[in-house]
């Protein structure tokens, strides 16, 4: 069983930056793809960054050329490096975790861009 549990979020003014970490408890850092969703009140969740077993990435087209996903695995954890923010990007942001067969989630956080 693998418990994930997102921080870093919070308030930040338009253009700002914020680092959001999803640490991984409960077993073996291995997975086939985790990342970065979100969801903003009234809409659906989407995804924003991916990272897969072999280290490549893959971004949404909102998240292009101001966030980054990257991994440390001493610590079990992923990061969402996030900049240059807007106020669309407000939304609670969720870690998701494929292993195998399994599909975590973590609780979320909570991401404020304000004008």
């Known amino acids: 069983q693998v418990q994930l549990v997102e921080s870093g979020g919070g308030l930040v003014q338009a253009g700002g930056s914020l680092r959001l970490s999803c640490a991984a408890s409960?077993?073996?850092?291995?997975?086939?793809?985790i990342g970065w969703y979100r969801q903003a009140p009234g809409k659906q969740r989407e995804w924003v960054a991916l990272?897969?077993?072999?280290?490549?990435?893959n971004y949404a087209d909102s998240a292009k050329g101001r966030f980054t996903i990257s991994r440390d695995n001493a610590k079990n954890t992923v990061y969402l490096q996030m900049n240059s923010l807007k106020p669309e990007d407000t939304a609670v942001y969720y870690c998701?975790?494929?292993?195998?067969?399994?599909?975590?989630w973590g609780q979320g956080t909570q991401v404020t861009v304000s004008s």
């Open positions: 409960g077993s073996t850092f291995s997975f086939n793809v």
């Open positions: 990272l897969y077993g072999g280290e490549s990435t």
């Open positions: 998701k975790m494929i292993s195998g067969r399994y599909t975590y």
